[in-house]
Antibody, heavy 120, light 108 residues
Framework: QVQLVESGGGAVQPGRSLRVSCAAS????????MHWVRQAPGTGLQWVGL????????HYADSVKGRFTISRDNSRNTLYLQMNSLRPEDTALYYC?????????????WGLGTLVVVST | DIGLTQSPSSLSASVGDRVTITCRAS??????LNWYQQKPGKAPKALIY???SLQSGVPSRFSGSGSGTDFTLTISSLQPEDSAIYYC??????????FGQGTKLEIK
């Protein structure tokens, strides 16, 4: 079955960097675009960005553009989110999600998330 | 960016009730609208894609309808395990992919 497992979250000071990962299994990782979605404590879902299946396209939410970078290693079935110049408002649970590939752009599988806390 | 507004923000209903949640888009999005369910402490789960298609494995009491700017998620006979927050999400104009603010459904 499809499994997505995020890791690498933790506490970090404002202005510092952190990289989180998402290990995929149970499907052909290289066939699917992938997304990062975050959820600040007690709030709703916010799309962070996506990467195409072959890494040729990336797109980001305006709130993270220029600070966050999404990459992937299809040989390792792993998705990454490099977060630089972190701000307190980046504190959230970060989910990776699989794009189902349909025109509907559905996020059909999600990991359990990894928590990033940005605080002094 | 396309905004999505869900109503109500919260509701309480009894087991067996028919429940409807609405999602309104700030501009026409055709049928590029998906619905998700998130239970406490869990990851979101896809329920409906393309406004009205049921995701594999989702109980048939869930259904979706609508096109253009107005969409609904209906639970035909509410079950105790349906207590959750429900989100709509558009994929018509991307990026960004935007979500509604969520509707919290509680069981009386």
């Amino acid at each position: 079955q499809v499994q997505l497992v995020e890791s690498g979250g933790g506490a970090v000071q404002p202005g510092r960097s952190l990289r989180v990962s998402c290990a995929a299994s149970g499907f052909t990782f290289g066939f699917h675009a992938m997304h990062w979605v975050r959820q600040a404590p007690g709030t709703g879902l916010q799309w962070v960005g996506l990467i195409s299946s072959d890494s040729t396209r990336t797109h980001y939410a305006d709130s993270v553009k220029g600070r966050f970078t999404i990459s992937r290693d299809n040989s390792r079935n792993t998705l990454y989110l490099q977060m630089n110049s972190l701000r307190p408002e980046d504190t959230a649970l970060y989910y990776c999600a699989r794009d189902d590939g349909r025109p509907s752009g559905t996020f059909d599988s999600w990991g359990l998330g990894t928590l990033v806390v940005v605080s002094t | 960016d396309i905004g999505l507004t869900q109503s109500p923000s919260s509701l309480s209903a009894s087991v067996g009730d028919r429940v409807t949640i609405t999602c309104r888009a700030s501009q026409s999005i055709s049928k590029f609208l998906n619905w998700y369910q998130q239970k406490p402490g869990k990851a979101p789960k896809a329920l409906i894609y393309a406004a009205s298609s049921l995701q594999s494995g989702v109980p048939s009491r869930f259904s979706g309808s609508g096109s253009g700017t107005d969409f609904t998620l209906t639970i035909s006979s509410l079950q105790p395990e349906d207590s959750a927050i429900y989100y709509c999400q558009q994929s018509y104009t991307t990026p960004p992919y935007t979500f509604g603010q969520g509707t919290k459904l509680e069981i009386k």
